[in-house]
């Protein structure tokens, strides 16, 4: 089974394809993942898996499930027809599988297929843990290419366990009877998070011609873009792209194969894309364009936009292709123009391939290429690499998002990482777990790429607080429009009283005709309690928030003196007094007519005596006098 263990069939194919080019062997990491086991308690505690390097492993987040041990097809190397499994918790199932027969990926498959929403294959050997690989992931690989479609449709995370911890869970799935096996896969710790940056390096090459894996990388190059370019431009991460180079060993460089497929007097080479040096393009013609995309993303970088790099090789992989033929230093060096950079910049720093030197640049890739701390040797093309963690599963944008996501700690990733599709759907179900009240229709369930976080909502501008798995609720103004603030409210009869008051921030109060702690209020039963309506003639009975005193006969009951009084008197008084006021109303109107007519009259002949001395008054009379009873009287 393809593992990533064995190089020398690298060489051997190379020899096969008539050259004879080393690749210095090295270091290998499994990268493992940590499995709980939640129940049952006999085996109950944390075991270690290797990540397989296809489908989608869930970096930084986990997930819970019940595992099931296939009745029929222990090795999952057959499709199980229709059958779709299920656990009586509803929970995920993990499926878990034998190792053995057929490819690791084809049983990721066949259990996607039939449901599982991750696969666990049990090795059948005592050994160390190692990593799953896709069949023809590797460069040395000559498998058949047209028959695994399948890996690239792989969208749940497979892992392998020991031997031993497979083992045990066969033996509990066994003895489990109605209680389930149910465990957790944690990809938190995939991917270290040390700071606020992911420094994050994919080594590739520029050859397109390399069936579906340098398809694959095209794809990939061409769908992250976006996503690299936001993540580097905001100062979230650091990009740099390596190529493999391999070497030709000392007494071989005068060959013909060598000369075919390395520069710099055989230091450097990559194998030819036909494997033919007779025919088509060389390795030669790859590792310079190689060598050209690493300094374009230097001078890129030294002008300040590291991200061109992402614009080249797209621009190059339309412009320049293999298959198309124009996979030349000419088409190459339009592209670098038209993207802004200097072009003498790229040539002076990819040096003379022709001499007997050493290349800087490609040195220093041979340098890195070998592993150091937790990353081992890059041994495989595409290999990324994640805060010097390789990356494992399918090379796809939101599989690979996530997982540099999960290179941020919780809480501090850049906003790319929240994005909608890469998401997961916890929420759908049951509000995953979280707060969510019924009658409003809002939960505190959000999807991210983390898996769901119970977070309490905002809702119209009121943020709710609280912890989001038992409790949110509304606190500061506007509160209580929202679900009464999470005070008690009640209503009966129509009428609906809370607890909650808009100048009261944040505490709850029992409104009146109510006791309690406002978390809770009861009505008061004003009348068994004798807190009103306690005169002798008076009868009471409670309501909702209130009470209804009614007196006996014809008293009228006067809530603030809590008394009956006679209605007949009170009528009969206010006739009275009506009739009194009205008496002093006419006395005064009365009055004012009596004063107001002696008064005008006094005036008039006051004035009429003043003027008359002045002119004679026989025809002016009326029309001096009009006006000025006008102004002082009315
Ligand atoms: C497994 O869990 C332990 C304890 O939480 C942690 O220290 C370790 O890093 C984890 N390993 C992996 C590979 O996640
Ligand atoms: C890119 O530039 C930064 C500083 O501007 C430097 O620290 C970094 O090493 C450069 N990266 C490469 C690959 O040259
Ligand atoms: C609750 O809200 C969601 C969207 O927020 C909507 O899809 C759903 O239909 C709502 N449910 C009810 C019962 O209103
Ligand atoms: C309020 O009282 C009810 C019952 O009287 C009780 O269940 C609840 O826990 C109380 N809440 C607080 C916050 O004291």
Not at 102 to 110: G, H, M, S, T, V
Not at 609 to 618: N, T
Request: hydrophobic letters at 35%.
């Amino acid at each position: 089974m393809a593992t990533t263990q064995s190089l020398p069939p690298l060489i051997a194919v190379f020899f096969l394809s008539a050259a004879v080019i080393e690749f210095a062997s090295g270091r290998l990491i499994v990268e493992k993942q940590n499995i709980s086991v939640i129940s049952p308690k006999s085996i109950k505690g944390r075991y270690e898996a290797a990540m397989a390097n296809f489908g989608v492993p869930n970096y930084g987040g986990s997930l819970t499930g019940v595992v099931v041990y296939p009745e029929k097809g222990h090795t999952a190397c057959a499709a199980f027809d229709g059958v779709r499994f299920r656990s009586k918790s509803k929970r995920p199932v993990i499926l878990l599988v034998d190792r053995g027969r057929c490819y690791f990926a084809l049983k990721a498959y066949n259990g996607q297929q039939a449901g599982a929403a991750a696969v666990i294959v049990a090795d059948n050997v005592d050994e160390p843990l190692l990593t799953m690989d896709a069949p023809g992931f590797k460069l040395q690989d000559v498998i058949d290419r047209n028959n695994n479609e399948f890996i690239e449709k792989i969208n749940i995370p497979s892992t392998l366990v020991t031997k031993e911890f497979g083992d045990e869970l066969k033996a509990a799935v066994a003895k489990a009877g109605d209680e389930e096996v149910v465990i957790k896969m944690d990809w938190t710790e995939s991917v270290p998070n040390p700071d606020r940056r992911v420094e994050y390096e994919f080594w590739t090459n520029s050859n397109d011609e390399c069936g579906e894996r340098c398809d694959e990388q095209l794809e990939f190059v061409r769908n992250f873009r976006g996503n690299a370019q936001l993540l580097e431009k905001g100062g979230f991460a650091r990009f740099t792209p390596h190529y493999i180079t391999w070497y030709c060993p000392e007494p071989l460089r005068q060959s013909l194969q060598c000369q075919a497929q390395c520069i710099n007097h055989g230091r450097y080479c990559s194998p030819d894309p036909e494997r033919n040096i007779w025919a088509g393009y060389t390795g030669k013609d790859i590792l310079v364009e190689n060598l050209r995309q690493i300094c374009v993303h230097r001078v890129a970088n030294e002008t300040g936009r590291p991200w061109v790099w992402w614009d080249y090789v797209t621009d190059f992989s339309i412009r320049c292709s293999m298959k198309e033929k124009k996979y030349t230093k000419h088409c190459a060096e339009r592209v670098v123009t038209s993207l802004g950079l200097s072009l003498d910049n790229v040539l002076k720093c990819m040096g003379n391939t022709e001499d007997d030197v050493e290349n800087e640049v490609l040195k220093r890739e041979q340098e890195l290429r070998l592993g150091h701390g937790s990353r081992g040797d890059v041994a495989i093309l595409p290999t990324l690499v994640i805060n010097d963690v390789q990356y494992r599963g399918k090379l796809e944008r939101t599989a690979v998002l996530k997982a540099i996501c999960a290179g941020f700690e919780e809480s501090t990733e850049p906003p790319v990482c929240l994005n909608p599709d890469i998401e997961t759907n916890e929420c759908l179900e049951s509000n995953g777990g979280c707060w969510y009240d019924l009658q409003l229709n809002i939960t505190a369930c959000k999807d991210t790429f983390r898996g769901r976080i119970c977070e309490c909502p905002v809702v119209n501008n009121v943020q709710l607080s609280g912890d989001g798995y038992n409790s949110c609720t509304a606190v500061g103004p506007g509160r209580c429009a929202i679900d009464s603030g999470g005070c008690w409210s009640g209503t009966k009869d129509g009428r609906t009283f809370s607890a909650c008051q808009d100048r009261d921030l944040n505490s709850c109060k029992c409104p009146s005709g109510f006791r309690g702690n406002g978390s809770d209020c009861k009505d008061v039963d004003e009348c068994k309690e004798k807190l009103a309506c306690n005169c002798p003639e008076c009868s009471c009975r409670n309501t909702w928030g209130g009470y209804d005193c009614k007196c006996q006969g014809n008293l009228l009951y006067i809530n603030s003196q809590d008394t009956c009084i006679a209605r007949s008197e009170s009528k009969f008084g206010w006739s009275l007094s009506f009739i009194a006021l009205a008496l002093v109303v006419s006395a005064a109107v009365g009055a004012y007519i009596f004063y107001k007519y002696r008064f005008r009259s006094y005036m008039d002949s006051e004035i009429m005596a003043i003027m008359s001395q002045y002119m004679p008054l026989d025809n002016h009379q009326k029309e001096m006098t009009q006006p000025l009873r006008e102004n002082t009287l009315e």
